[in-house]
């Protein structure tokens, strides 16, 4: 495990205090693409077996609860669906309080993001005549696609994004993410979209309610200044940025949005938490 200072240990010590209860970001948090970061087992393990409340939130939104889950169990890192939250979630739950039974929706997206969004029959699916128009990320993106999602919002649907995460970190380096997508979009139809996913606050709010934990007593554990961070401080959260992701050393030192605990990797979490429970 990487030393810190006695100073910069207390003050994670003195943070971690304070929370009762947890959100993990997860790509680049606790893996980039299908490599483990350091300390993500023992950090949720040793939740797990203290009993702390904990949820996992994740802006992307191609795989779904149980999927992420055998991603994470293939690691050796074991979490219940249950405690995973995706932006596909939070969007559906968005759009079925916003819009009736049988509201028409394009997807420009993956399979999960479709199956939360269609799954029960509440929403249907169409092209260029859709009410709604949904992206989110997407692996396997066409012109095609592009082209009806254009046609459908200059007819006047409504446009609606799960996150806009410009870039999404794999074991390659940074490729384009859903944000990619949306400036796509935005381009060819100058509509702003809706954005459901962090940094808005929706996701995390579900997040403290689905782990009965008041947010202002929540620490939220991110690796993006401009999306986990900004949201954890919209929801009145304790923040962390863990520098194993998106976010550099160098631009939080530019930024004037500071999180709380700036720390490396996991383990500096892991120690204050062994060293809370120690005390």
């Given amino acids: 495990m990487a030393q810190s200072t006695e100073q910069e240990q207390q003050l994670i010590h003195a943070v971690v205090q304070t929370v009762r209860g947890f959100a993990f970001d997860m790509d680049g948090v606790l893996y980039r693409g299908n490599l483990p970061m350091p300390f ?3 950090v949720l393990g040793y939740l797990e077996q203290h009993k702390f409340p904990y949820v996992l939130v994740t802006n992307n939104s191609t795989r779904t609860p149980q999927q992420y889950a055998e991603k994470l169990a293939g690691m050796g890192i074991r979490v219940p669906p249950a405690r995973i939250l995706t932006s596909s979630l939070v969007t559906r739950a968005w759009l079925e309080q916003t819009y009736p039974r049988g509201t028409t929706i394009f997807v420009v997206g993956m399979d999960a993001l479709a199956e939360a969004l269609f799954h029960d029959g509440y929403f249907m699916p169409a092209t260029t005549d859709a009410a709604v128009v949904v992206s989110g990320a997407d692996f396997a993106l066409t012109y095609e696609k592009l082209k009806i999602a254009t046609l459908a919002i200059r007819r006047g649907a409504a446009y609606v994004a799960t996150n806009p995460d410009r870039t999404f970190p794999s074991e390659e380096g940074l490729i384009p993410g859903a944000g990619a ?3 796509a ?3 060819a139809t100058d509509v702003q979209p809706i954005v459901i996913g962090k940094p808005e606050p929706a996701m995390l709010l579900q997040a403290a309610r689905m782990i009965g934990c008041s947010p202002d007593a929540m620490l939220m554990v991110g690796d993006r200044l401009d999306t986990d961070v900004l949201a ?7 923040t962390a940025l863990v520098l194993t992701g998106v976010t ?3 631009e939080v030192a530019a930024s004037q949005l500071i999180p709380d605990l700036i720390l490396p990797d996991l383990g500096f979490l892991l120690r204050a938490l062994q060293a809370d ?3």
């Fill in 232 to 238: 954890g401080k919209r929801c009145g959260m304790r």
């Fill in 277 to 279: 429970q120690d005390g």
């Fill in 40 to 42: 993500a087992k023992e």
């Fill in 185 to 187: 979009i935005q381009a």
């Fill in 248 to 250: 550099t050393a160098e």
């Fill in 181 to 183: 997508i949306i400036a």
